[in-house]
């Protein structure tokens, strides 16, 4: 099953991001308020967002293509820079009238002491360009993921799940908002529990959990639900059966950008042919792995299968 990722060939679509850490030390507190000063002694950029999904699935081995939109300036040129370190194949649109989003995290003392968000919504133009090549590059990919972070970039996405269904592509959606109705008939969603939350409601029990998960996938004509629940693992969802994965048992370091490494492990293994509870237990331990990093990071093909 393995050797068949190199094989795989993934687009990701969607919210594209600058992820930048400035890391630093923490001696004392300020004078002009009570807030820690950081000194700056090393800076870094990933890969965030959508970027982050199709970064995770290149490093497992797969052909991964990326389609969004960044801004013509600075951050959207080192976007492309990593993009093509990351060997990943870019479809970037350039919106000259936004900024790149970018996403800046100072670390002290190996903590998050504060995330500053620089984002604007992409213009009509950009995205009706970016529909049509959408639709143009189906052919060369077996599955699509769409990578929803409610920035703007997918305002067509019930356009592009008609599309790429009716085009026999897998279609997994990573969603967001309070309306679900737009992602109908995709393969999976893969909501994480605040999200599934949002939709349908509070629940008391397992099987209260259970027919409301069912009840949306069916309302949505999905072929899968899969919920991820943090400390509690995560639960697939399809017709008629459900299967749980328990959090794999390790330390957890930073959660951040964990569903998009558990989105991609999972549509790298669907599209190498693996079934549901295979591809799920692999994408488990995934995200098992990578939220004992720093920050959006990835797994590499040698830690999920070692020999």
Same mark, same amino acid.
């Given at each position: ?20 850490? +400035?890391?630093? &030390? ?35 081995? !797969? ?57 604007? !919504? ?80 509070? +629940? ?71 079934? +549901? ?24 093909? &040698? ?5």
């Amino acid at each position: 099953m393995t050797t068949n990722l190199k094989q795989v060939r993934v687009l990701v679509v969607g919210d594209v991001m600058l992820d930048r850490y +400035w890391f630093g &030390e923490v001696s004392r507190i300020s004078p002009e308020a009570p807030v820690p000063v950081v000194r700056i002694e090393k800076r870094e950029a990933r890969l965030g967002g959508a970027a982050n999904v199709a970064r995770n699935a290149a490093a497992l081995g !797969a052909q991964a293509g990326l389609l969004g939109i960044v801004g013509n300036d600075e951050a959207g040129d080192e976007v492309q820079r990593l993009l093509d370190g990351g060997g990943i194949r870019s479809y970037l649109k350039r919106d000259d009238a936004i900024s790149t989003i970018i996403k800046l995290r100072v670390i002290g003392r190996q903590q998050q002491m504060v995330r500053i968000d620089f984002e604007e !919504a992409p213009t009509d133009t950009v995205l009706r360009d970016k529909l049509e090549q959408f639709k143009a590059l189906l052919a060369d990919y077996e599955v699509i993921v769409l990578s929803d972070y409610a920035k703007g970039s997918l305002v067509a996405v019930a356009d592009m799940i008609a599309a790429a269904r009716a085009a026999g592509k897998v279609v997994m959606v990573d969603p967001k908002g309070d309306d679900f109705s737009r992602y109908a008939g995709a393969t999976v969603l893969t909501p994480n529990k605040s999200e599934f939350k949002l939709i349908a409601g509070t +629940w008391s029990s397992e099987a209260q959990l259970s027919a409301k998960a069912q009840a949306l996938r069916a309302e949505l004509k999905l072929d899968a639900l899969l919920l991820t629940r943090s400390e509690e693992g995560m639960t697939l969802y399809t017709d008629g059966a459900q299967f749980h994965m328990p959090a794999q048992a390790r330390e957890v370091f930073d959660v951040s950008g964990a569903g998009d490494t558990v989105i991609a492990t999972l549509a790298c293994m669907l599209g190498a042919g693996a079934g +549901w509870q295979e591809a799920v237990e692999t994408a488990n331990r995934a995200g098992g792995i990578v939220v004992g990093k720093l920050g959006t990071a990835t797994v590499t093909h &040698e830690e999920l299968f070692p020999s």
